[in-house]
């Protein structure tokens, strides 16, 4: 049981520093204006491997760490730092729980054609990273 108990913790630990570094990377690529691409391209690696760290879905070797601080020109600390990533969680959770509120009072067409505009956006965001 304590050992269950422990991976459990090692999993969650993992899974929340993946996700801070993976917030951090997006939002220093997007203040140097730098792609996917050519982030990926700097790195070789695939620019799928890009979007898995950014959204925290997959962790990083110490190497690709070590060339992410000097292409960023940052601290390791500012690769971990949860406070940005803390109060952006927030703040998108927060307008989530809006968005979820008032799509709860449109009907089935409605909704649809939400998704549909949705999808679009993030597809035009997808092109431009």
């Given at each position: 049981?304590?050992?269950?108990?422990?991976?459990?913790?090692?999993?969650?630990?993992?899974?929340?520093?993946?996700?801070?570094?993976?917030?951090n990377v997006l939002k220093?690529?997007?203040?140097?204006?730098?792609?996917?691409?050519?982030?990926?391209?700097?790195?070789?690696?695939?620019t799928s491997h890009i979007g898995l760290i950014e959204r925290g879905?997959?962790?990083?070797?110490?190497l690709v760490l070590f060339k992410l601080i000097e292409i960023f020109g940052i601290s390791i600390e500012a690769l971990l730092d949860e406070?940005?990533?803390?109060e952006s969680e927030d703040s998108r959770n927060a307008f989530a729980k809006k968005v979820f509120t008032l799509a709860s009072q449109l009907n089935e067409r409605e909704l649809n054609?939400?998704?549909?505009?949705?999808?679009?956006?993030?597809?035009?965001?997808d092109k431009s990273s």
């Open positions: 049981m304590g050992i269950q108990l422990t991976q459990m913790k090692t999993r969650q630990g993992k899974k929340h520093l993946d996700a801070t570094i993976g917030a220093h690529r997007k203040q140097r204006k730098i792609s996917r691409e050519e982030l990926a391209a700097i790195l070789e690696v695939n879905e997959r962790g990083t070797s110490l406070t940005d990533t803390t054609a939400l998704t549909f505009y949705i999808k679009g956006l993030l597809a035009l965001r």
